[in-house]
């Protein structure tokens, strides 16, 4: 008979899977205070499931009655400054390799089958990203990082380059030590947001993101937003780039998450002139198919009309026949910007 589970095999195993952080929490209910404030300024925009699953994300028994703990686990990505060649759009660097989700939710499955080897009457739920868990503040309880100023699960190994996962075990590990926030008196990432969109310490409006306008917003794009994205043109690391955290040379990056040809940043002729066949065929399998094709292309043509470059206004005025509301609606906005 196998010795019972406990937070030194799932450690074990979790860096057996591929994980480079792992730490273990009571399952207890989380402080509701952060998430309501985020709710109360309005600050989930669109995102509905923020709010109509709130009770979800604060208590994990809510997902896995009987609960015990909370196994908090990182991968770490390449955070690495890449140049932007001149007529492309900026790539959020978590996005420039494979879909994180495919390579997280392959460690996941090993972790919990290792899991279930030990412990065969174990009940887990391994979330990553879609389920009702807030994973950075598990990660923070479970002592493998702090949730800084900008919102983000920031690690004295990795910086914030790091993508989290969860597991929910119903037995009772030995948990880790919450671990201190190390921000210090430092606040470069509230100022270095282009939007604004951090008003004040760990609260951030996704209202004013850059990365939810160009990533998550469905639809039409309001030209007062417009105009403020900079030279993004799928979400956004200002607020990540200034963290002296991240400063330090990128180790341990997870090989299936390391940057491909053509992906650290998009060409906007390219993605200008991109077909629904040529989107698929090139974005399937990546974290960029999760703005869709329309929403790829709206982004590209308000690059252009951010431009100036008036080279851009033929194929620009192309897209006012779209089938898409969103495409056409930047199409009219870019003409307007390049016209002057």
Same mark, same amino acid.
């Given at each position: ?15 057996? !899977?591929?994980? @480079? ?5 009571? /399952? $207890?209910? *989380? +402080? #509701?205070?952060? %998430? ?8 989930? !925009?669109?995102? @509905? ?5 709130? /009770? $979800?994300? *604060? +208590? #994990?028994?809510? %997902? ?89 699960l920031i690690t004295e190994a990795y910086g ?37 969109a951090i008003p004040a310490p760990g609260l ?85 198919a999760r703005a869709r094709y329309d929403g ?45």
């Amino acid at each position: 008979m196998p010795p019972p589970l406990d937070s030194a095999f799932v450690k074990e195993a979790a860096r057996a !899977a591929g994980f @480079v952080l792992c730490g273990v929490a009571d /399952a $207890e209910p *989380l +402080d #509701p205070r952060p %998430l309501d404030r985020m709710l109360a300024l309005g600050g989930e !925009a669109d995102m @509905v499931w923020l709010r109509s699953q709130r /009770a $979800e994300r *604060l +208590d #994990p028994a809510r %997902l896995l009655p009987g609960v015990r703990s909370v196994v908090a686990l990182a991968l770490a990505y390449d955070g690495a400054d890449l140049p932007v060649p001149e007529g492309a759009g900026e790539v959020a660097r978590y996005a420039r390799g494979r879909d994180y989700h495919a390579v997280v939710k392959r460690r996941l499955k090993a972790l919990v089958a290792a899991i279930a080897a030990r412990d065969p009457e174990a009940r887990t739920l391994a979330t990553c990203d879609v389920a009702p868990v807030m994973e950075k503040a598990w990660a923070e309880r479970a002592g493998i990082g702090w949730v800084g100023k900008n919102g983000c699960l920031i690690t004295e190994a990795y910086g914030s380059w790091v993508l989290l996962a969860t597991v929910l075990v119903d037995r009772p590990l030995e948990p880790d030590a919450p671990h201190p926030e190390r921000c210090g008196s430092c606040d470069a990432c509230l100022p270095a947001c282009p939007t604004g969109a951090i008003p004040a310490p760990g609260l951030v409006d996704a209202r004013r993101c850059i990365s939810f306008w160009t990533i998550e917003r469905r639809g039409e794009i309001p030209g007062d937003v417009a105009g403020r994205l900079g030279g993004w043109m799928f979400g956004c690391d200002a607020c990540q780039t200034v963290c002296p955290w991240n400063r330090r040379p990128a180790s341990a990056v997870d090989p299936e998450l390391a940057p491909r040809d053509g992906q650290a940043a998009l060409a906007i002729d390219d993605v200008l002139e991109l077909s629904e066949e040529e989107y698929r065929r090139r974005f399937y399998g990546t974290s960029l198919a999760r703005a869709r094709y329309d929403g790829l292309v709206r982004n590209a043509v308000l690059a252009a009309g951010r431009s100036g470059d008036r080279r851009y206004a033929g194929v620009i005025r192309a897209h006012l026949e779209s089938p898409h509301d969103a495409v056409r609606a930047a199409a009219r906005w870019a003409l307007a910007r390049l016209s002057g």
